[in-house]
């Protein structure tokens, strides 16, 4: 139990699909003007991701290995079809339409495939399941924080609620895809820096002796030495 606990936090900072695996980004950068998108479509790949790395976990004795990629796209597409209808049916209709294509996407999406093929075919059910919802709920946070900013930065709002109620104009910059870029990469930086001091903090920081960096080796262009 503890193991797969730590599989379920991993995905929320250590290994956030987003942030450190870098996958996932057409969403994240698509879907996440408004922070309600963020959590929509975060929510629908976490349950994807919990469900189909069960079905892999349990069946990946009895599936052969030339045709796992196939199986487990079928598995993956048949919980996408159920959050689609489910969506539908009861989801607020000004966020199924905002979700829209990226909602069946979700069958490609490099994240819940990747995990079936690295972590569910490899570990116990329980496990699976554990590290789906880690995942998942690293995407949603990333998204939810993502779309926060952006809706924040770009017109003063949060979640639809006007938070500064003299701002009338609207930035565009923040709601646009180079805005995304922009703030993806200030988080990213901000991640980097965390993760920089805690390795100095806890004495884990290698720095190469001088005229042994990167700069002077050259090992990967033996011809401009």
Known sequence: ?????????????????????????????????????????????????????????????????????????????????????????????????????????????????GRAEAFASKNNPLRSIFDGIGMGLGFTLTLTMLGMLREFLSSGSLFGVKVITAWQTDFLLPAAAPGAFIIVGCILGFRNYLTRRAAVKAGKLYIPPDGLDCRHCMICNPDEK
């Open 1 to 113: 139990m503890l193991t797969a606990l730590k599989d379920l936090v991993r995905g929320i900072w250590k290994e956030n699909p987003v942030l450190v695996l870098l996958l996932g980004t057409c969403p994240t950068l698509a879907l996440t003007t408004q922070a309600i998108n963020g959590i929509g479509m975060g929510l629908a790949v976490t349950f994807v991701l919990a469900c189909s790395n069960f079905v892999v976990s349990c069946i990946k004795t009895i599936v052969p290995q030339r045709i796992r990629i196939p199986v487990y796209i079928v598995v993956i597409a048949t919980f996408v079809t159920i959050v689609d209808f489910l969506m539908q049916a009861y989801a607020p209709a000004s966020l199924y339409d905002a979700l829209g294509i990226f909602i069946p996407l979700i069958v490609v999406n490099c994240i819940v495939l």
